[in-house]
């Protein structure tokens, strides 16, 4: 294959997984991070205690990550076509893509809101705030950089499972690589293939990690070691 | 201003079950700051998180400002409207402070006001005003993590004020802090309470801040309280737990035959040369033990531990004398005259 011939093909992949990733991580972190919130909400000690439903979502939280993605694509084929009209293409693999996610993005959720000191949950609620506010104005803005590196986990994993969406011809990088490298020898356009996945995964972590960390720092010390030494050496000047 | 009767509160945990309120009578009146003072497990933290129902008790009742929280309190473990709008009205600062991280200071002090939807250049108005009162206007962009500890307390206790509240709880405030700045922020809860005519009730384990800035004070042991009373009520009860907390004198017997006595001075008997007297009046050598003059809630107080030759049985008439100056008189190693200051003291 020319690089010609590889283009088109590598664009079309490259689109299809953005667009499949995309759409399925919005839908991921809508329904996860309700969920996730009400897993700890409902948990012994919370504001919403409520072991059966804290034992119910937890249960099919927990079957539905067990479950090898392919079997899950299968097995909510009805749901798809009930959804999108089609068990095929893009849209279609964005239903199984994306229930696949909501509960592993729940978990992640999870862990991150039971990371919130429980004193600023008493503080809003001396204040005479709800349960609602608790959770608008403690509960996720205080676990925000959490959050958004556990968003950054799911993309990334997204972008793994979205290579099996192949099989219900939907495209993306991850099947071009089985298909055109893997199953018909292209070694040179699968590697290329590799190699793209690598650095979009890349991209995604750096620009998580980052988002995460600056908001972790607010009030730190910002990006401090450059700006200390920026200020040590306009200091020094001066006195020279 | 605060009144609770026979609060009760028990906490079961795998099968055990413990008792951290055991019928809790408790009276703060209007304006005064009120010292609840305890070793840690003894109540006080229930008993506080109680005053406003963030722990639901499991007997008695709770009133602050003439209404019954806990007829507001229902029965879920969710809190009505009705009893929000009460808690908005009772302001708390914490041992941690509690501050949002993701927050500035000035939104901190706002997140009270936007509970209560207040507009948001009210909000903005109201939380700069209170930050100045606390001393931290020049602080309202900063973040929490940028503050020191006394600092982060006075953008709590600015906080806790932005709902106009008539009444301060305060969950062992200075715990946290050094001694210097728990000096500055109780001089603060003491100046609030004075202009704002705040009612503070606090709890703690120091003596200090009960020395330094409450009217009242009630010692806790074991889920009950077993003193209180006005912090001069107190120091005139024989055999006081508190006052002589409050205001410790050292010194040991020299031998078997003497009688150790600790005098307290109060007020007018604190002018009088009554040791000078005695002796001479009844021609006995008097040595002293240990003695100190303070400041206590605002009062002038002395006591000193001074040693008569001679058992008690030999010394009735001294100690007769010393009592009729007007002076409190604690015999060391015999029963008090009279029992503790129960609740009846208020």
Redesign the interface.
């Known amino acids: 294959m020319t690089w010609s011939e590889m283009r088109p093909l590598l664009e079309q992949a490259c689109w299809d997984t953005l667009y499949m990733v995309g759409w399925s991580t919005v839908i991921a972190v809508v329904g996860g991070l309700p969920l996730g919130i009400l897993l700890v909400l409902t948990d012994r000690g919370g504001l919403l205690r409520n072991v059966l439903a804290n034992k119910v979502i937890g249960q099919i939280v927990n079957v539905a990550r067990s479950m090898p993605f392919i079997i899950l694509m299968v097995a909510l084929m009805g749901f798809t076509r009930w959804v999108t009209g089609s068990t095929i293409g893009r849209e279609a693999a964005i239903v199984p893509l994306a229930i696949g996610a909501i509960p592993f993005f729940a978990r992640l959720v999870e862990t991150a809101v039971r990371e919130v000191d429980g004193g600023l949950v008493e503080a809003v609620q001396s204040m005479g705030g709800n349960t609602w506010t608790v959770v608008r104005k403690v509960l996720v803005p205080e676990s925000l950089p959490s959050l958004i590196a556990s968003t950054t986990t799911t993309v990334v994993a997204l972008i793994g499972y979205s290579a099996m969406a192949g099989t219900v011809g939907a495209g993306g990088l991850g099947d071009i690589a089985i298909r055109y490298g893997y199953q018909r020898f292209e070694t040179e356009l699968m590697w290329i293939t590799v190699a793209i996945l690598a650095v979009v995964i890349s991209v995604i972590q750096f620009a998580g990690d980052y988002a995460a960390r600056s908001l972790h720092r607010r009030g730190t010390s910002g990006p401090a070691p450059r700006l200390r030494l920026l200020k040590a050496s306009t200091a020094a000047g001066k006195t020279v | 201003m605060i009144t609770t009767s026979g609060l009760t509160k028990v906490y079961r945990s795998r099968g055990r079950e413990v008792t951290a309120l055991d019928g809790v009578d408790l009276h703060v009146r209007e304006g005064e700051v009120y010292g609840v003072i305890g070793q840690s497990g003894a109540g006080k933290s229930s008993l506080i998180r109680c005053v ?1 129902l ?1 722990e639901r008790p499991a007997s008695g009742t709770v009133t602050v400002a003439g209404r019954d929280l806990t007829a507001l309190a229902g029965r879920g ?3 009505g409207r009705e009893l ?5 009205r ?1 302001g ?1 600062v ?1 041992q ?1 402070f ?1 501050l ?5 200071v000035q939104d901190n002090v706002e ?2 006001l ?3 939807g207040r507009s948001g250049r009210e909000r903005s108005r109201k939380a700069l005003e209170l930050l100045d009162l606390v001393g931290l206007a020049d602080k309202a962009k ?5 503050l020191s500890g006394g600092q982060k307390q006075r953008v709590g206790i600015a ?1 806790a004020l ?2 106009d509240p008539k009444v301060l ?1 305060s969950d062992e405030a200075t715990s946290a802090l050094d001694p210097e700045t728990t000096r500055s922020i109780l001089q603060l809860l003491r100046d609030l309470n004075r202009q704002l005519g705040l009612t503070v009730l606090l709890i703690t384990h120091e003596m200090d801040v009960v020395k330094s800035i409450c009217d009242s004070a009630a010692l806790m042991e074991k889920g009950r309280i077993v003193e209180s009373g006005t912090v001069s009520e107190l120091l005139a009860t024989p055999g006081s737990e508190l006052a002589s907390a409050l205001f410790p004198v050292g010194g040991e017997a020299s031998g078997d035959d003497r009688t150790v006595l600790d005098v307290t001075f109060q007020g007018e008997a604190a002018a009088q040369p009554v040791i000078s007297q005695l002796s001479r009046t009844y021609n006995i050598d008097i040595s002293i033990l240990g003695a100190a003059i303070d400041t206590v809630g605002g009062l002038q107080v002395g006591r000193m531990r001074v040693e008569l030759p001679g058992r008690y049985e030999d010394n009735v008439v001294p100690i007769g004398f010393l009592r009729e100056q007007g002076l409190q008189i604690d015999v060391l190693g015999q029963e008090p005259a009279s029992v503790l200051v129960k609740e009846g003291a208020k």
């Open positions: 406003n963030l473990p969710r809190a929000r709008q009460a808690r908005s009772i708390m914490f941690h509690n949002l991280s993701s927050r500035t997140l009270p936007e509970i209560l900063a973040y929490p993590a940028q906080r932005a709902g709880l």
